[in-house]
């Protein structure tokens, strides 16, 4: 069973910096990308990073610039380093790893969510 574990989150001031990181219980290598989700209160979950096994990232447009994602294969790890914060990145991020099953369906699998305010 596939298990994703976040950290990181936290309470930053605005133009701070945070890195989260999302544990995989196993080779990150049986995934065909993982990335980051957000969630703020009221809201739809987000696209915010994601990076795939052959290492090609893509970034919403609301991080591009300040948002670094990254992987460590041999640590089972991925993060995602966040620089300028703002107000509006606080949310609940998510940590998400896909693969495509057999019949070429996507197979989605999600962490618990760890929590960033951004506030002075």
């Known amino acids: 069973q596939v298990q994703l574990v976040e950290s990181g989150g936290d309470l930053v001031q605005p133009g701070g910096s945070l890195r989260l990181s999302c544990a995989a219980s196993?080779?990150?290598?049986?995934?065909?990308?993982m990335g980051w989700y957000r969630q703020a209160p009221g809201k739809q979950r987000d696209f915010v990073a994601s990076?795939?096994?052959?290492?090609?990232?893509n970034y919403a447009d609301a991080v591009k610039g300040r948002f670094t994602i990254s992987r460590d294969n041999t640590k089972n790890t991925v993060y995602l380093q966040m620089n300028s914060l703002k107000p509006e990145d606080t949310a609940v991020y998510y940590c998400n790893a896909w693969r495509m099953d057999g019949l070429g369906i996507r197979l989605d699998y999600w962490g618990q969510g760890t929590q960033v305010t951004v506030s002075s």
């Open positions: 196993g080779s990150i290598f049986s995934f065909s990308g």
């Open positions: 990076i795939t096994k052959g290492g090609s990232t």
